[in-house]
């Protein structure tokens, strides 16, 4: 089961538009994950001075959650932030979106890229919407109780 929720995971992240980056115990605030399964981590843009620039000079711990419905996934992620000085995979994440942010676009001074790299988690990758509606009218008839999806603690 762990092999098939950790693809799902991965498979499920490139719909995730958002979730909460928290970084060396300050507050968790929202980014935007760039899915790498080949590098097993996620990518962010952020600004010089922001909790996640300011945790990733050292390598702190981190934290990532994910609440997204419609991605059917759900996600409390541990495990090490770093600042990381890569123009092409920065060029590759960069977007619309991104230079919103930044007066200079994506030449400015203020633009860091932070890599997080999970090392554990508890996933929950549920059905489908329609999957989701039959299994609860299922329970309403019958003593079944809902299958809502896949759940377990993964090692990355």
């Not at 000079?57 to 495990?79: C, E, T």
């Amino acid at each position: 089961m762990a092999t098939d929720l950790k693809d799902m995971f991965w498979k499920r992240m490139d719909d995730v538009q958002a979730g909460l980056l928290s970084a060396a115990g300050e507050r968790p605030v929202p980014m935007a994950p760039h899915a790498d399964r080949d590098e097993k981590a996620l990518w962010f843009i952020t600004a010089r001075g922001s909790a996640a620039d300011r945790a990733g000079h050292s390598g702190d711990d981190a934290s990532f959650q994910v609440a997204d419905p419609k991605a059917n996934l759900y996600a409390n992620l541990d495990g090490k932030i770093t600042i990381v000085d890569d123009g092409d995979k920065l060029d590759e994440i960069w977007s619309a979106v991104a230079g919103a942010w930044f007066e200079d676009g994506r030449n400015d001074e203020a633009v860091r890229l932070v890599k997080f790299t999970p090392h554990e988690g508890e996933v929950w990758a549920t059905e489908k919407s329609a999957g989701f509606l039959y299994e609860i009218a299922r329970a309403q008839v019958s003593n079944h109780t809902p299958d809502a999806g896949e759940h377990g603690r993964l090692a990355f």
